[in-house]
């Protein structure tokens, strides 16, 4: 094609081979095919084909963790799908863009082009893409705390579930079981999503094993919810920090450490995130980090900043409405407090923490509230 006179054909053919290899992580190999695409898809006046290589390119900015560009570009790219009434081409762009929004941390903004995009796949009776969207809502509604919808939603998406990205999505559910200590269920959807272990999707192979870190955590097997979270971080070798499964392995990893208690090794997972830039730290990341550290100087028995660290995650987490990550900050703080020998400060902030727990039907995260809340009360006790 290429020694021919070059055409329409030859740009498809870049635009799909560049894609490709995007999907099989090859994105250093996808820039020059994609670039070409693009230079043919313009001089020919070929927006479909414009559309979808530009889609693909911005991905790679993803996967390398440039989310500003990847931003720009793919909602460049939605654009000219509609004006174009290139509806197949808007929805793969909504949805990679809403794959940078989630890397960002910004869940709301995601929920909010996934309710645009469903009800534009509605209207084509695209139900695959209906139903791969409302999947991929689910890690969402988890971290903003809309449990019950999440579960609403995997209930009626389960029977029609086939594609290897949205049985990954449903994982996320299994996240809702371990917090709210149903570990049987969360079991039950590893199991059955045991085949996605080893994938050869990376990101696929990324989320299990998050789960699974998790539910060995819960569990209380810290030393394999470890392992099984560090099977995760291998794949920065393919993934930017910024993927969300890098940031989540990153965070089970730490506190399976600090449960074992390997302070060493939690000193170790954590220089990761403290020696980031600022624009690959992001929101999440850096409270998550902040709650982490604060729980580890406390550990070793260096006050001076845990105060200030607990302090910046939970607006952190209040800010950009991470309801439950909150809630335990709330909690982790409250306990250092009640250690500290400052009860009365520990009220309020157990006080918001046990209504959040309620409201998530979290009976594991109410136990631990009320322990602290009965030790609180031990010095005055001990005192009459």
């Not at 799909?16 to 001089?43: F, N, Y």
């Not at 049985?167 to 079991?187: K, P, Q, T, Y």
Request: hydrophobic content about 45%; charged content about 25%; proline content about 3%.
């Amino acid at each position: 094609l290429e020694q021919s006179n070059p055409g329409g054909e030859l740009a498809e053919a870049l635009a799909q081979l560049g894609r490709m290899r995007v999907l099989a992580g090859h994105g250093e190999d996808a820039a020059a095919p994609l670039e070409r695409a693009l230079t043919l898809a313009e001089r020919l006046q070929l927006p479909e084909v414009f559309v979808q290589a530009l889609s693909s390119k911005a991905v790679v900015l993803l996967n390398q963790g440039r989310l500003a560009e990847a931003r720009i570009l793919l909602e460049a790219a939605a654009v000219r799908a509609h004006s174009e009434q290139l509806y197949a081409s808007a929805l793969r762009a909504e949805n990679n863009l809403a794959e940078v929004l989630e890397a960002s941390d910004s869940h709301v903004e995601v929920l909010e082009l996934f309710d645009r995009s469903i009800a534009l796949a509605r209207r084509r009776g695209n139900r695959r893409m209906e139903s791969m969207l409302r999947t991929g809502s689910l890690v969402h509604l988890c971290l903003l705390g809309r449990w019950d919808e999440a579960l609403t939603i995997s209930a009626e998406e389960e029977p029609l579930v086939a594609s290897e990205i949205s049985r990954n999505s449903m994982l996320a559910v299994a996240l809702i079981h371990c917090e709210r200590g149903d570990l049987d269920a969360a079991g039950a959807l590893l199991t059955a999503a045991e085949t996605l272990r080893d994938s050869d999707n990376w990101q696929v192979r990324a989320r299990y094993a998050d789960v699974e870190a998790r539910l060995l955590r819960a569990h209380g097997h810290h030393a394999e919810a470890l392992a099984s979270a560090e099977r995760a971080l291998a794949t920065r070798r393919e993934l930017a920090i910024t993927q969300p499964h890098i940031k989540t392995a990153l965070i089970e990893a730490t506190e399976a450490a600090l449960a074992l208690p390997d302070l060493d090794k939690a000193e170790e997972l954590l220089a990761i995130p403290e020696s980031l830039d600022p624009g690959e730290r992001t929101p999440f990341l850096h409270a998550s980090t902040a709650r982490l550290r604060a729980r580890l100087d406390a550990a070793r028995g260096n006050h001076e900043h845990v105060e200030e660290r607990f302090s910046t995650a939970t607006s952190l987490f209040r800010e950009f409405g991470l309801a439950f990550h909150l809630a335990v900050t709330q909690l982790d703080h409250a306990e250092w407090l009640t250690a500290q020998g400052r009860a009365g400060e520990a009220e309020p902030l157990l006080a918001e923490a046990r209504q959040t727990f309620e409201r998530l039907q979290a009976p594991p995260w109410l136990e631990r509230t009320a322990q602290a809340t009965r030790r609180r009360h031990e010095p005055e006790v001990a005192i009459s």
